[in-house]
């Protein structure tokens, strides 16, 4: 009988595409590849290491494996990914259960790694950060119709509340064509949906090729004839060029959304993160992508509480969000990071300011996103469909303005007739409730 091995997969997308590249590799050695890793007798937990409420999510698993181990339900624990880089010595001391603690620069060796916890040894592995394979087979773990293209890896923003670089290293792009070939290779696979990620995808091709790529790497993917649906997320202000709008306001399967992590509005605030721009650029730039990709779903992420912020910044960052009414956006307070300068900047706020500053935007925005929604009632709306909710009798799907995961989705009934996840179906809307819709299918 072979060895069983499950995996799960913490944090990112960007973590999630690492951890299909490691079960292609443990596959191809022979391995038993299981989807519940609590029935494996090798459970690999690959670990998010970003912010503190991540970061507690992922010892959390940890110890429900370590018990699982004690109870004799599984053999072997291996902890992989961010926290595992970050803490290394401080994560295998935490969890003695663990058989293997692996730094990302050695994720291509995942197999070896479970061979010595199989005969017995104890496994720590660092390797360098810029040896983590850019390329490589992939076992998919995300519905069978989408799936992500992570076309750099690193980062080098370096704003000041942030670990990635330290985690991940220094910026680096994929070269194009291996892109592309890896793109035809997840469609002859049946991926209709392509979500182009990185840590900032706007930076794509600069260490490569002296510029900025995505606009060229985007026709391109247009190019692949049995793809649908384009998605580019993580697109930093400052790098969103007039070239970049152009090409998604042309090529029809690019889908007209765009993921714009600003962060804050206030430009004191944001020279302290150690981002560029202010409220009136920012005001200047949406302006500008509503009018040249007209329709365009926007999503936003925002801090509050970073250290220093007044209540008068506070103030202008809730006027902004009610002003721009984002279509998407997601809120959080402030996490001090170790090793990071803002964790060592005076005037850290307290944790219930912050958070009660989170909830407000998050309060405003569900208003908004309520108003929104109701417009769209007894429109025909296209979506992909995802599955069917046995509790609510009905199937459900997402639009080309909802991301999987993290935004809404459209509960719709089909008249009886049976339906396949993976078809693209319009759907009048009936209803809403909060972030998502209700719908009816259009013959």
């Not at 040896?131 to 080098?156: D, H, M, N, P």
């Not at 696979?189 to 182009?196: K, N, T």
């Amino acid at each position: 009988m072979s060895v069983r091995v499950g995996l799960v997969s913490l944090g990112c997308t960007k973590n999630q595409v690492d951890a299909e590249r490691m079960l292609y590799k443990i596959r191809e050695a022979g391995y038993q590849l299981v989807s519940d890793a609590a029935l494996a007798d090798i459970a690999i937990i690959n670990t998010c290491g970003f912010i503190e409420s991540a970061k507690q999510e992922a010892i959390e698993t940890i110890f429900e494996f370590a018990a699982l181990k004690n109870e004799g339900r599984i053999k072997k624990i291996v902890i992989t990914g961010c926290l595992a880089e970050r803490y290394r010595q401080e994560v295998a001391e935490l969890i003695p259960e663990a058989d293997a603690v692996v730094g990302i620069g050695c994720n291509d060796d995942i197999v070896s790694v479970l061979e010595k916890i199989m005969a017995g040894e104890a496994v720590q592995a660092y390797g360098e950060k810029e040896k983590l394979s850019l390329t490589g087979g992939r076992v998919q773990t995300t519905l069978s119709f989408t799936s992500y293209l992570k076309i750099a890896e690193g980062c080098g923003n370096c704003c000041s509340y942030c670990a990635i670089p330290s985690i991940r290293g220094k910026f680096r792009s994929v070269p194009m064509e291996k892109l592309l070939d890896e793109a035809k290779e997840l469609v002859l696979g049946g991926v209709r949906e392509l979500i182009v990620i990185a840590q900032d995808t706007t930076r794509y091709g600069i260490d490569l090729y002296g510029e900025y790529k995505l606009p060229e790497l985007l026709k391109k993917l247009c190019g692949i004839e049995e793809l649908k649906w384009i998605r580019v997320l993580y697109c930093y202000p400052e790098r969103v060029t007039d070239e970049l709008l152009d090409v998604m306001a042309s090529e029809e399967k690019i889908v007209k959304y765009m993921d714009l992590p600003i962060q804050h509005c206030d430009g004191e605030i944001l020279k302290k993160m150690n981002r560029s721009g202010d409220e009136a650029s920012l005001r200047a730039l949406i302006k500008k992508i509503r009018e040249k990709v007209p329709g365009i779903t926007l999503r936003t992420t925002l801090i509050t509480g970073f250290p220093g912020e007044t209540e008068e910044q506070f103030g202008r960052l809730a006027e902004f969000v009610e002003d721009i009414k984002f279509d998407r956006l997601g809120c959080f307070a402030f996490s001090p990071e170790e090793g990071t300068p803002a964790a060592e900047m005076e005037d850290q706020l307290e944790e219930d300011v912050k958070e009660r500053r989170a909830e407000v935007i998050m309060d405003q925005q569900m208003i908004i996103a309520v108003k929104k929604n109701k417009a769209l009632v007894g429109e025909t709306i296209e979506i992909v469909i995802e599955g069917f909710d046995r509790y609510g009798d009905c199937y459900f799907g997402r639009s080309a303005a909802d991301a999987p995961e993290i935004d809404g989705k459209i509960f719709f009934t089909s008249g009886g007739k049976r339906q396949v996840p993976g078809k693209f179906v319009k759907v009048k809307i009936t209803d809403m409730l909060d972030y998502d819709l209700i719908g009816e299918l259009e013959e």
